[in-house]
């Protein structure tokens, strides 16, 4: 069963990751953490989430992955089942993340 989730609390924020280019293609790795107890259900792991406040901060390396540890353990989230047409690349638009 798929499932989405969001923060309860409206707004922006980021999602760690690292620009890594090797002979000229680029690729980006994801960061990730232990999952809080409402994504631990579904997953052992989550994103690194970056607080909207200390975006720049990171895109400038004035902060490393020690201080956003626990930006998404912090965070209140919500989350609700979805329709498996979210894995059909032929479907896209606000409907695949309706309630199933």
């Given at each position: 069963?798929?499932?989405?989730?969001?923060?309860?609390?409206?707004?922006l924020?980021?999602?760690?990751g690292?620009?890594?280019?090797?002979?000229?293609?680029?690729?980006?790795?994801?960061?990730?953490?232990?999952?809080?107890?409402?994504?631990a259900?579904?997953?052992d792991?989550m994103?690194l989430?970056?607080?909207?406040?200390?975006?720049?901060r990171?895109?400038?390396?004035?902060?490393?992955?020690?201080?956003?540890?626990?930006?998404?353990?912090?965070?209140?989230?919500?989350?609700?089942?979805?329709?498996?047409?979210?894995?059909?690349?032929?479907?896209?638009?606000?409907?695949?993340m309706?309630?199933?």
């Amino acid at each position: 069963q798929p499932f989405a989730f969001m923060p309860t609390t409206p707004g922006l924020f980021g999602i760690a990751g690292l620009w890594e280019s090797v002979g000229g293609a680029g690729s980006v790795i994801l960061m990730t953490v232990p999952a809080n107890e409402m994504v631990a259900p579904v997953h052992d792991r989550m994103p690194l989430v970056i607080p909207l406040a200390e975006t720049g901060r990171w895109l400038k390396a004035e902060i490393g992955v020690s201080d956003l540890l626990g930006s998404a353990q912090a965070m209140a989230w919500r989350r609700w089942p979805i329709s498996r047409a979210i894995s059909d690349v032929k479907k896209e638009g606000p409907e695949i993340m309706a309630p199933a």
